[in-house]
């Protein structure tokens, strides 16, 4: 058995003989796991800079190395139209957008998590405009995180992979939409080892999609009818939902979610030898007095940072977020036990009030009876470069305010230049 | 998702202020005793006609709209007030009727 | 060409898909087209259905009036919506089902038409019928691009519509699709031969069918298919099909061809209410252009003229 080596410093047991490692970039991973997931129609729409992932897959179908209806679409909004329908008429689907083609689509995206459909869809993390930018950050998928969607950040092109053939096993088993979140140019466009595994490895861990048969001429049913408030009789005198009703339903698939994404992961290990740990991943958290928390390649970043502080002898972890909906405010509580300082590190802004994920750790520390005295950063903003020196550099900042009492403003820049 | 049901708005005949009544002594088909002719079916918006020698109109859902009383051709079908027949004092919540 | 008999209306099949007690007005001329299209495809097709009258028709949650699949969608999407299903379709080598999408007007030619392009230029496998009752008629008679030219509308209240419609059939031609016909609830057997046929092609095949509304038009109930005959009748609208490029007239604009009196324009918009503030001059304007589009309609009908056509 040997072991592969991420730049992060993350290893994991390949098996050669029935796998491979490929040096690929983060696109043309999601590219092998919707092949490997035998996806059956796939809506294709190009923007940067996920355009990758639809051209690999493109050659995939035309060399025949993939069976699947190959739909160039004319938009985005039609992606995720193509999407609704040839799931709600049974075939496992997938397609892949970033920013601008995210937010046409958008509801759709309602659309997609009220009718439960396991949709499978990759964002390669870019800015929103305006002004233009296709450089990364996570305002697009963090903006649409409302809709009931289960969003999962990956790390590296492995935990692309991974990522989105576990996706596949959590969306159809929860019947809800799954968005695999991974930064663009960071992890899209740069190349890393990534274990490929085999089809029959894949086969056995994610079956044919079992699909309802829904359009049946002999049992016609009208499919995602009007609603009213409350709810109605049917033909037979029995009170059926209304709205708010099956509004309810979904939230309590995202609850179960919540242990889903766990057991899915765990299951995930067992077969492949890989975990990407379930709701979070943490990097000397046990025993660390500040937490730095981010989601994506950032959190990878964090580590190094984490090392430097180190060395400086301030004991530092990571708290990687993997699911940030639902969000697994309990978990994040549980990980900062011990934590004098949460310092977290957001991509994005809920404009009007501060970083999401900032915003959501709060929340949970409160929620839980968290003691940890909460930071946030906002960085890397159309695609503005973050490096550990410039994370350990906020850590120390944020240190020296709680030194010296001073309440941290609520959002503050990182590398601001002005 | 719903399944098909009829009725789905409830009685809609309550919705009429005309009611349409056949004359079998006009209609072409119960004159000439066979399916003939059957413009009424053809043309009504609801399917509350049936196809049949003389046609029959299914007062607990035909809207009142008088199509069918256009459409003759023989002027068969006269469209009633309907409150010459007694305003209907049932009042269905939104259930279906089926 | 061979030019088939239109189906007599004794010679429809007798089952019925549209159930009754549904919730279209009185009087609705989209109801007396579907009961001929569902006919036309003997219930073996999904309905997908953007937020239209003909939604409303289909029924609210939990009951349907329907008896077929329907799949509601979302306003703008309806010819990808189904390009999607006849993509799924086609990968489960499923043949027993037509997809069907059924739009309005503004779900066909204003937020639908990138939709309705897009899957034009893929041939995607899929019959799209708009039906046209010439304004935004579910959300209470507003304006679209397919709103003639002098009507009124709540979003034209003054004046009437200062813009010709677009025309949509023309649209799908320049896409080149391989059906496009349009047909009328006036003349059932036509329309029901038009869905027959266009049911058993492959590729985009498009239809679109005038809509006579009681209620956004302004007439009574009742004269609903004498609208939709009027209509024909003026050449304000004109039944044809183009079949793998080909055009030709049919039904009563085929007669009318043949030297009947086409009726003035006049005959048809003073019985409606929403051209009862049209001036004078934009009702010549209007005559104008049906003339040329009907000049122009038998103009090509005639050189295309293959002998076994009428």
């Known amino acids: ?418 | ?98 | 060409m061979e030019t088939p008999m239109t189906t007599n209306i004794l010679n429809l099949p007798e089952k019925e898909y549209l159930l009754p007690g549904n919730r279209a007005c009185a009087g609705c001329s989209v109801g007396i087209a579907f009961r001929h299209v569902t006919k036309a495809l003997e219930g073996k097709a999904v309905l997908v259905v953007p937020a239209s009258c003909f939604t409303v028709l289909c029924g609210m949650y939990p009951t349907s009036s329907v008896t077929l699949p329907v799949m509601n969608c979302a306003f703008p999407s309806t010819a990808a919506s189904a390009s999607g299903i006849a993509a799924a379709l086609k990968k489960q080598g499923r043949t027993d089902i037509t997809v069907v999408a059924v739009a309005g007007d503004g779900g066909t030619a204003d937020i639908g038409i990138q939709a309705l392009s897009g899957a034009a230029e893929r041939n995607a496998d899929i019959l799209f019928i708009c039906y046209d009752n010439e304004a935004y008629m579910n959300t209470g008679t507003q304006r679209s691009g397919l709103t003639p030219m002098g009507a009124y509308t709540t979003t034209t209240p003054s004046v009437g519509k200062l813009q010709f419609p677009k025309d949509i059939p023309a649209i799908m031609e320049a896409h080149g699709v391989s059906y496009i016909a349009t047909a009328s609830p006036g003349y059932p057997g036509d329309l029901y031969d038009k869905v027959y046929k266009a049911r058993f092609m492959k590729g985009t095949r498009y239809i679109q069918i005038n809509a006579p509304c009681p209620a956004g038009w302004g007439y009574p109930a009742s004269d609903t298919v004498k609208m939709a005959r009027k209509a024909v009748e003026t050449g304000a609208f004109i039944l044809f099909e183009i079949e793998g490029g080909h055009y030709r007239l049919t039904g009563h604009s085929l007669r009318l061809a043949g030297g009947k009196d086409r009726r003035p324009i006049a005959e048809y918009l003073s019985e409606q209410a929403r051209y009862s503030r049209t001036d004078d001059d934009t009702i010549a304007m209007v005559q104008r252009r049906v003339d040329e589009r009907w000049h122009a309609a038998l103009k090509r009908h005639y050189s295309e003229k293959v002998e076994e056509d009428v």
């Open chain 2, 1 to 98: 998702m719903s399944w098909p049901c009829v009725g789905e708005a409830g009685r809609t005949g309550d919705w009429r202020i005309g009611r349409p009544v056949l004359d079998p002594e006009k209609c072409i088909a119960a004159k000439k005793n066979r399916i003939l002719c059957m413009q009424c079916w053809v043309f009504c918006p609801d399917n509350v006609i049936t196809r049949t020698v003389p046609p029959t109109i299914d007062l607990e859902y035909c809207k009142g709209c008088g199509i069918c009383a256009a459409v003759c051709p023989s002027q068969a079908i006269e469209m009633h007030p309907e409150h010459e027949h007694g305003a209907s004092t049932e009042r269905e919540d939104l259930s279906c009727g089926c």
């Open chain 1, 1 to 418: 058995m040997s072991m592969a080596r991420l730049p992060s410093g993350r290893t994991f047991p390949v098996a050669v003989n029935t796998s491979s490692v490929a040096v690929i970039t983060g696109n043309k991973a999601a590219a092998e796991a919707a092949r490997l997931a035998r996806v059956e129609v796939i809506a294709a729409y190009p923007i940067t800079p996920q355009s990758g992932v639809v051209e690999a897959l493109a050659s995939y179908v035309e060399a025949g190395m993939l069976d699947a209806e190959f739909i160039t679409v004319e938009s985005e909004h039609s992606a995720m139209s193509v999407c609704i329908g040839s799931s709600i008429a049974g075939s496992r689907v997938f397609t892949a957008t970033s920013a601008n083609g995210l937010a046409y689509m958008s509801e759709q995206l309602s659309w997609v998590a009220g009718s439960r459909l396991p949709v499978v869809m990759g964002c390669a993390n870019r800015a929103m405009s305006a002004p233009w930018n296709v450089l990364n950050d996570q305002q697009d998928s963090m903006s649409q995180r409302d809709h009931g969607w289960i969003q999962l950040y990956c790390r590296d092109n492995q935990e692309i992979l991974d990522t989105f053939l576990q996706a596949f096993r959590l969306a159809e088993t929860l019947s809800l939409p799954v968005m695999v979140c991974y930064d663009g140019f960071i992890l899209s466009h740069t190349v890393m080892p990534v274990d490929v595994p085999s089809q029959e490895q894949v086969d056995s861990f994610l079956p044919p999609l079992a699909a309802q048969t829904i359009l049946d001429i002999a049992d016609p049913r009208n499919i995602n009818p009007v609603t009213l408030a409350n709810p109605r009789k049917n033909g037979n005198s029995v009170l059926c939902h209304g709205y708010m009703e099956f509004r309810y339903l979904m939230q309590q698939a995202l609850d179960k979610a919540l242990t889903a994404i766990v057991d899915v992961d765990k299951e995930y290990e067992e077969h492949f030898g890989r975990s990407c740990g379930g709701l979070t991943w943490s990097y000397a958290l046990e025993d660390a007095e500040v937490a730095l928390i981010a989601a994506g390649s950032l959190a990878n970043e964090a580590t190094v940072a984490a090392d430097a502080l180190r060395e400086e002898g301030i004991a530092a972890g990571v708290l990687g977020i993997r699911s940030y909906r639902p969000f697994p405010d309990a978990r994040v509580a549980q990980e900062l036990k011990q934590a004098r300082l949460a310092v977290v590190f957001d991509k994005s802004l809920t404009y009007g009030y501060g970083g999401p994920i900032y915003v959501d750790v709060q929340a949970a520390l409160y929620r839980h009876k968290g003691t940890a005295e909460v930071h946030g950063y906002i960085g890397g903003l159309g695609g503005r470069d973050i490096n550990a020196h410039q994370l350990s550099g906020a850590v120390q900042e944020s240190l020296s305010w709680m030194k010296q009492e001073q309440a941290p403003k609520p959002i503050n820049w990182l590398n601001l230049q002005l």
